[in-house]
């Protein structure tokens, strides 16, 4: 009979479990816990934009593929109704014509629940799909949940960041960390 110690065993799981390669090994030692330790891909201009599948706003499931053939704003904000994400999605709504006019089709995406979603969208009389990433999965699809920090406090967030997706289904254009002042402006002018 052999004997092993469960400290042997923890370390023989511990190596296996730092070498497996779909793991970041920077986050290891992350104490926000497993869902840190996912690598997150980074979708890059010229690459097929992730086809994600979601509920909207008035909770009927979406899928992003059914969108080919027009050009998409996929733009990602952090939370419904909070001031930032109130005034982009605002300076979204009122270029929405010129979008429409550009064949081009305005999504937003945040991990709030549906309700949530359609009272920001009815507040603010949006004229654009909402769509609820509660579990960010679509998210962390297109890298843009990262790790963040407020007042020495880390945790796992949206990175403000839209994505131009042209008919083709391909990524033509990434803002990342967008500064809402004039943002809107600046796609419109991406999708021209």
Known sequence: MICVSSCQV??????KFLLDSRLDPEFVASPLGPSSLRRMPHAQEGDLAPDISLDTDSGEHFQLSSLQGKNVVLYFYPKADTPGCTKEACAFRDNSQRFTKANTVVVGVSPD????????KDKFDLPFMLL???????????????EKSMYGKKYMGIERTTFVIGADGKIRKIF???????HAEEVLAAVS
């Open 10 to 15: 923890f370390c023989c799981c511990a190596a």
């Open 132 to 146: 609820a990433d509660v579990d960010h999965k679509a998210a962390e699809a297109y890298g843009v949940w990262k």
């Open 176 to 182: 990342p960390k967008v500064k809402v002042e004039g």
């Open 113 to 120: 629940a549906s309700k949530a979603q359609a009272k920001f």
